[in-house]
């Protein structure tokens, strides 16, 4: 992990430092009770049952059981105490951490999102923060109480009997060795297991998303087959993170063994030589399995960090995207937009110079309503997305009442513009929240836009009115009905830029009629875009505005239009042929 990783994951414990110095302590105080078994028995088997001295108050075999179960019982109401304190800081850290990365994309621009697939962000929001879990409720603590276990062994053993405490430690540099080689395998095995786990959740939301498509077409065994070929790498790759880990236990309890076998060797002989008490030897083949208890702690916790380390590297990658983040409340501020729209020479491109809209220009006045025509891919959804600043242009000037869009305040620019798309997304929850968003409006501003969106009528057919609820994606609504609700919604937050793209595609005959009326209504008073294939819908547009191939070809209206015999006329004509 990238050092930067590091201090960045510790800035989240600040918070809670004092909590963790309280858990810390409590650990220190357990690690003193583990030190102490062991030469509470040293002190019983050689002063009492070789040696025989005498009993004197505390210095005695029952004073030493007591002390032991003491050392016992405190030990564990601390254990107890230090693993809920940890718990509840380790909770809090993961759920302000979980909150920042979703925070986080919430303002990163479309430009950065659009590089991601839902399933990458999706795993780095859950299954990345939720691998930190472990690490700052269990392992951190526990690392702790590991380093501070080892240190306490070395020192008391050295005190003992140094010539003991060498051969003790003949394996360390074994251990460490064998580490840094399992390392190396297991991190690069986890970034493959991160990139494999985030395109399983990217292929699970897709084709839930889609699964009617692909009912529809029989593709169910295609995509059982390509689902199969991912999770297989999957499987080989956790198969291998298993290997490595159940191998690495097993080769430190055995360099255990063996060093237990000649720490009893060596200080038998020294026994027999009568250099050496029995009790220390029994003491220190104690410490040795104390020693290398944490030891295969760490063993057994190593796929855990490697995986916390990758994890933390994926957040930060995406966390560290600062610059790019949308800033809501710099600019000029304004309560309500007039809705002049002026386009200067933009030129602008997803990527690199492939450009979408070519040297394009024209002007819409306040309260006109402007509809935009072309073939698909002709620039038109672009140009949308450009009035709202979900994307940058590259050259040229887009100006809403004379002001260049980038000198307003992002929030006070989009709060003025709404959007009724083609594609609806309504979110779970019922129909009242998904037409205000959450968002304080009035009781007669609603009914208002209920009336002239026409949502009015079949929502008063629903068994629990504004308040039925809304399944995923709006599943339970029919297309028509989707889109009124959406159209509801933009009109609700009375906007001074209205867009409509393609709203009217998926609404019958009948209703489309009903909100051309609406449409109507509430043009009035602001600047209303429309994007249409079907040119019946635009007829009485102010202006309408011909791209193709990215640039503007014809501007007018519909009677100037046709008398010109151009590119419009052409259209119109294959459309009522």
């Not at 029989?218 to 087959?225: A, P, S, T, V």
């Not at 935009?372 to 979900?390: H, N």
């Amino acid at each position: 992990m990238k050092q930067n990783s590091i201090v960045r994951l510790l800035k989240f414990t600040i918070p809670y430092l004092h909590i963790m110095i309280v858990a810390a302590i409590c650990v220190l105080l357990v690690n003193s009770a583990q030190l102490l078994k062991p030469y509470i028995l040293k002190i019983v088997i050689d002063d009492f049952l070789i040696k025989g001295k005498p009993e004197e108050g505390l210095y005695s075999i029952t004073a030493m059981g007591i002390f032991y179960m003491l050392a016992i019982v405190i030990g564990s109401f601390l254990t107890f105490a230090q693993v809920n304190l940890m718990n509840y800081a380790g909770q809090q850290i993961i759920s302000k951490l979980r909150k920042k990365v979703f925070t986080h994309i919430q303002y990163l621009p479309l430009s950065y999102l659009d590089k991601f697939s839902t399933g990458r962000l999706i795993t780095r929001a859950t299954n990345d923060v939720e691998a930190l879990n472990e690490v700052f409720t269990d392992i951190l603590i526990n690392l702790f109480r590991d380093v501070l276990l080892l240190a306490g062994i070395v020192f008391v053993m050295f005190r003992m009997n140094v010539s003991l405490a060498v051969i003790s430690f003949i394996a360390v540099p074994s251990i460490f060795l064998i580490t840094k080689f399992f390392k190396n395998k297991i991190k690069e095995n986890f970034k493959t297991m991160k990139s494999l786990i985030g395109q399983i959740n990217g292929f699970f939301a897709e084709n839930i998303s889609g699964m009617k498509l692909v009912q529809i077409f029989n593709r169910e065994l295609e995509k059982q087959k390509e689902f199969k070929a991912l999770n297989d790498k999957y499987f080989r790759s956790t198969m291998f993170q298993v290997q490595m880990n159940s191998l690495l236990r097993p080769i430190i309890e055995i360099l255990q063994t063996i060093t237990i076998a000649i720490l009893v060797w060596y200080g038998m002989d020294k026994i027999i030589g009568g250099t050496l008490e029995l009790g220390v030897l029994y003491a220190f083949t104690t410490y040795i399995k104390q020693f290398f208890e944490p030891i295969n702690d760490m063993a057994e916790n190593y796929n855990t960090i490697q995986s916390a380390v990758v994890s933390a590297d994926r957040i930060f990658e995406l966390l560290d995207q600062g610059a790019m983040l949308e800033d809501l409340n710099t600019g000029i501020s304004i309560e309500r937009l007039k809705g002049d729209i002026e386009f200067q020479n933009v030129w602008f491109a997803y990527h690199d110079e492939d450009w979408i809209l070519r040297d394009v220009s024209f002007k819409i006045a306040a309260g006109e309503t402007a509809a935009f025509v072309g073939a698909t891919g002709a620039g038109k959804t672009t140009i949308i997305s450009l009035i709202s600043r979900l994307y940058k242009i590259q050259k040229g000037k887009i100006l809403i009442d004379g002001l260049d869009i980038n000198d307003y305040k992002l929030s006070s620019l989009r709060r003025n513009v709404a959007v009724v798309l083609q594609d609806v997304f309504l979110f779970s929850g019922d129909i009242k929240k998904n037409i205000t968003l959450n968002d304080e409006i009035a009781e007669q501003q609603i009914n208002k836009a209920l009336e002239l969106s026409c949502a009015q009528e079949f929502i008063d057919e629903l068994p629990r009115g504004m308040q039925e609820p809304v399944r995923e994606r709006g599943s339970t609504f029919s297309a028509g009905q989707r889109q009124l609700l959406s159209f509801a919604r933009a009109i609700a937050h009375n906007p001074a830029i209205l867009v409509l793209d393609e709203a009217t595609s998926n609404i019958d005959t009948n209703t489309e009629l009903l909100i051309q009326q609406s449409i109507e209504n509430i043009s009035a008073n602001r600047t209303t875009l429309v994007i249409a294939h079907r040119l019946s819908t635009i007829r009485n547009a102010d202006k309408i505005i011909l791209l193709r191939k990215g640039k503007l070809v014809e501007m007018g209206n519909h009677e100037e239009l046709l008398q010109r015999a151009g590119y419009y006329k052409e259209l119109y004509q294959a459309q009522y042929a």
